[in-house]
């Protein structure tokens, strides 16, 4: 298992660094860049920039050189911590500008991992084990339905009951208007009471698709000979169902997380932008509105780190939920 892990880590480092060539690439494919974009705004507003401004932008940021040197000059300083300065926040440093952002977005992450582990697999083991009641029949209508409405769309219908239903005042956010007056426990307060209302719109729909996967599974699990052979041997149902069935039938629920935390990922940035959440969607979306390479391959670059370790971890936790895997 030890060697699994370390092999497993080491293969990080080179896929990792064909990620951020990837999203170094990408980020480069529109045409013009920065300085452009720049531009455009200013004379949107009715400004204009000399062309000898222009250039000195240009060299500072080094958006001249090639494209391989300008790769070579940003991926330096990443084992230092420095991943560049964001063009479009006034030179401040990236790691500065996303620190804060990335730690609400964690959060959230797993706040709603949580949220759709505890709902998600005793609803699927309730449903399995009363299949084809008219609990079990309402309970898959309720998935089927989760799964058939997107994030971003729940998160608008919110706001709309919010606003012409309720006369809502306030709507969004992870924090009260003047929460910075609070002590530190009001804040970690004021956060945990804004916390269910996003973590329900995002995590509704992976729920959903867990909630199936653990009711299949179970049903398959249950129908199999080793657990009529523990009911013949006499044992109480409870201990047949958790002890035995549920042990086998979550594994494909572990090793799923590692592929949902994405999805999560992917629907808490667009559903940040409708409800403004302070997470790393927004700060994201206008990284890649205004061109700022260095802040948009950034945020690409950790969020692909950090996905790459619960991996890791997803797969740890599956091969400590069932002895017979083994990596070794």
């Known amino acids: ?116 582990l505890i709902v998600a697999i005793p609803i699927g083991i309730y449903s399995a084990t009363h299949k084809y009641t008219i609990i079990d029949y309402f309970l898959s209508f309720l998935a089927f339905l989760g799964m058939a409405i997107p994030p971003f769309l729940l998160s608008l219908m919110y706001m709309f009951i919010s606003v012409f239903y309720f006369n809502a005042q306030y709507i969004g956010g992870l924090f009260s208007p003047g929460y910075n007056t609070l002590p530190w426990w009001g804040k970690v307060f004021d956060l945990i009471k804004h916390l269910p209302v996003p973590v329900v719109i995002i995590g509704l729909t992976g729920t959903a698709i867990m909630m199936r996967i653990m009711r299949g599974n179970l049903l398959d699990i249950l129908s199999s000979q080793y657990v009529q052979t523990a009911r013949a041997k006499g044992l109480r149902e409870i201990v047949v169902i958790y002890k035995h069935a549920v042990r086998i039938a979550i594994n494909p629920i572990i090793s799923r997380i590692g592929m949902y935390l994405p999805e999560v990922l992917s629907a808490s940035m667009i559903v940040a932008i409708v409800l403004d959440l302070p997470t790393i969607g927004p700060v994201f979306y206008r990284s890649l509105i205004q061109q700022d390479m260095y802040l948009a391959g950034a945020i690409l670059f950790i969020i692909a780190s950090v996905l790459l370790l619960m991996n890791l971890i997803a797969d740890i936790f599956l091969a400590w939920s069932d002895p017979r895997i083994r990596y070794d």
């Open 1 to 116: 298992m030890l060697n699994y892990i370390v092999r497993r880590i080491l293969f990080m480092i080179p896929t990792l660094m064909i990620i951020s060539i990837i999203c170094f690439v990408i980020i480069q494919l529109p045409p013009g860049d920065y300085v452009d974009t720049y531009v455009a705004k200013l004379r949107a507003q009715g400004g204009e920039a000399s062309q000898k401004a222009l250039e000195i932008l240009r060299e500072r940021y080094g958006l001249g050189q090639p494209i391989y040197k300008q790769y070579l000059s940003w991926i330096s300083g990443f084992p230092r911590g420095d991943f560049g300065i964001a063009m479009s926040e006034a030179d401040t440093p990236v790691l500065q500008l996303i620190g804060k952002s990335f730690l609400f977005t964690f959060v959230l992450l797993i706040t709603t991992l949580i949220f759709t």
